[in-house]
């Protein structure tokens, strides 16, 4: 019975992050008593960390090893560092020149990660590392094409593998920023689709708390999906590709066209906000366009909410009701019952990686066992 509670109260402390003991006792359905036995055996075995005091939070403390997100964005590289129950122990954001390759990228945030370790004299027991740029979720190869050119030759899975010893996963960066939209939203949707425009836009889908990656980590691709068979070329090779029509580089030319070379989407944007006619008709183009991909998506995943994304402030904003609008009066109405479609919520992409990493059986069931053998172990010796 004592072992089943240990495993109960790591899990528990695993899912939820750090709780005070009578916390922990309703959650585990045990009196408290039991609860606080089992947790200074916890804290005994050095799998446990609390202070004094009933009301002091029960942790996961260092022993077992620390939980890693890296998440390498166009110009900047974000690190976290937390305890297997979501603590932070250490969390940065670098700046980079865009230019700048995948491999220096990888050796710079590598050299952050075992600085920290260092000094806390700790390892780490799973990572989640993030790219902007098409991956193989299983092998860690960045797929070569334009768009991930600065990646070209680099696995980013087995680099890490090498230096930390350790579960790593590997990810694009879009599908995490789709999980933190996941979970700041008001409300936990049981399927949520998020669209990212960038210079080309890619998806992320979460059903019940996972992550869709597919079976390589390929999902999500949906600015490659064509519009029209005759349309632009795209540098994918295909014609018509939504990117062509919808990314920021085309809505930029857009904005040039009208309001001079130094416009923008940003200008649209502001333009819009202002209710400047020729800005409106704009969006409402970009709208029509993005829903004409979309309403696809809908009839084949019938997501709860869409959320619409980005790297230019605001363009999301002034999307989201056309878009919604548009596919509302477009697709078939089961695929649009109860939808709603929302602009992005500011997030900590980051921990959002931490809970892509922890929404995966295998490497929840992986950190518990690691934990309990070693409460086990500070038993038998």
């Not at 350790?166 to 879009?174: H, M, P, Q």
């Amino acid at each position: 019975m004592k072992g089943n509670n240990r495993r109960r109260v790591i899990a528990e402390l695993v899912e939820r992050g750090p709780m005070h003991r009578a916390e922990l006792a309703r959650a585990l359905s045990v009196t408290r008593t039991t609860t606080t036995n089992v947790v200074s055996d916890g804290v005994a075995s050095g799998v446990l960390c609390s202070a004094e005091g009933l009301k002091a939070d029960v942790g996961i403390g260092e022993a077992p090893g620390c939980l890693l997100s890296v998440i390498f964005q166009a110009t900047s590289t974000l690190v976290l560092l937390t305890r297997a129950d979501r603590t932070v122990v250490h969390s940065s954001r670098h700046d980079l020149d865009p230019a700048t390759a995948g491999e220096r990228r990888m050796e710079e945030a590598l050299g952050r990660v075992t600085a920290v370790l260092s000094e806390l004299r700790a390892s780490v027991s799973a990572a989640y590392v993030a790219v902007n740029a098409q991956i193989d979720s299983a092998t860690g190869d960045v797929m070569a094409s334009a768009a991930s050119r600065l990646w070209g030759g680099t696995n980013p899975k087995a680099y890490f593998e090498r230096a930390l010893g350790c579960i790593v996963v590997v990810d694009n960066e879009v599908r995490t920023t789709g999980y933190a939209q996941y979970e700041a939203g008001d409300r936990k949707v049981q399927s949520q689709l998020y669209i990212h425009i960038a210079y080309g836009l890619g998806c992320a889908q979460i059903v019940d708390g996972v992550s869709v990656r597919g079976a390589r980590g390929g999902a999500g691709e949906i600015g490659h999906v064509s519009i029209d068979p005759r349309g632009r070329p795209c540098e994918c090779g295909s014609r018509g590709c939504l990117m062509q029509y919808v990314g920021t580089h085309v809505v930029d030319e857009r904005a040039r066209v009208v309001w001079g070379a130094d416009a923008s989407t940003a200008t649209l944007v502001e333009r819009a906000g202002q209710g400047d006619r020729v800005a409106v008709a704009i969006v409402q183009s970009v709208a029509d366009e993005l829903s004409e991909a979309l309403v696809s998506a809908l009839h084949l995943l019938n997501p709860e909410e869409v959320v619409i994304g980005g790297i230019v402030a605001g363009f999301d904003a002034i999307l989201a009701g056309p878009v919604e609008r548009a596919l509302k009066a477009r697709a078939l109405p089961l695929s649009v019952r109860g939808l709603s479609v929302r602009a992005a919520l500011p997030t900590d992409i980051a921990r959002a990686g931490l809970g892509v990493l922890l929404s995966m059986e295998d490497v929840r069931a992986s950190l518990i066992n690691r934990c309990e053998q070693i409460w086990n172990k500070c038993h038998a010796s």
